[in-house]
């Protein structure tokens, strides 16, 4: 019985010995992870490489070679970001071609540039009433009301709406500021900026419905009504579009900024 465990101990370290060593397994994961690498299955590498790096520390080769495919892997993966954020502004940038057309920069109202209807600018709605579109080069985005007349009407609200839908603003408080007022030898003005959400989903409603035949309500201490102009509905649904993309495009280039700082650091190891 002696005799039978010795020889049953004395085969079992044989068959060990026989065995793959660490330096083989470690190898065979090595070359497996540089195949998922050359067939663009990052993730599969580095599972791969994660296993060389946590299990295998006294193979100072392998985990130094797995280490350095890492950091390949991680700069492939850094440039197809980068190429594809790049094609997304690219096609951004096609898509703002047609909705930009309408619209000018300028700095002639005030210290930052904006993006301004042409058929909204002040010079040709001095004695308008009207909704304007206010956009700048970051893409924020919000409508003032406009209205001008003999006397004031204190308005601090709109309404817009159309065969019984509609969309209510928020009340903005005279304040000098957001909901200013301006005489001018008997002629009034008001001017009510919406800004911060105050609009209410007046925007959005404009935007959505610019086909239809919109009216303005002007509340305040009198009403007052208006049809809306076509180029004023389409000032405003273009205007809120273009919002959008400039601040996807803001975004998509703070992300290009990023990867390519990325990029940098890991050419530089």
Partial sequence: MKTQSIL???ISLFIIACGPSREEIVKEKFETALSHFSNKQYNNAKLMID????FYHDQIEYTTRAKDLLRTITIEEQKSN??????????NETALEPLMKNFRE??????????IHKRQKPENSYNRIYLRAHL?????????SRYTGESN????????YFSGNHALSEAVEIDGFQNRHFDDGGTKWEVVNYKDGKDNG????????ADKSLKVQFIGKKHYYILMEKFDKEAIRDGYEISAVLKENKRITQEIKKVKKELKKLSAI
């Avoid at 190429?83 to 096609?91: K, Q």
């Avoid at 300028?106 to 993006?115: E, M, N, R, T, V």
């Avoid at 700048?136 to 003032?144: A, M």
Wanted: charged share 25%; net charge negative; glycine share 4%.
């Fill in 8 to 10: 049953v101990l004395f």
């Fill in 202 to 209: 007046v925007i959005d409603f404009i935007a959505s419905n």
């Fill in 136 to 144: 700048d080069l970051d893409g924020e985005f919000y409508i003032s």
């Fill in 51 to 54: 296993s060389i790096t946590e």
């Fill in 106 to 115: 300028s700095s002639d109202y005030g210290p930052k540039k904006i993006l």
């Fill in 153 to 160: 009407i204190n308005h601090k609200q709109i309404k817009v």
């Fill in 82 to 91: 980068l190429a594809f954020l790049d094609s997304l502004l690219a096609d």
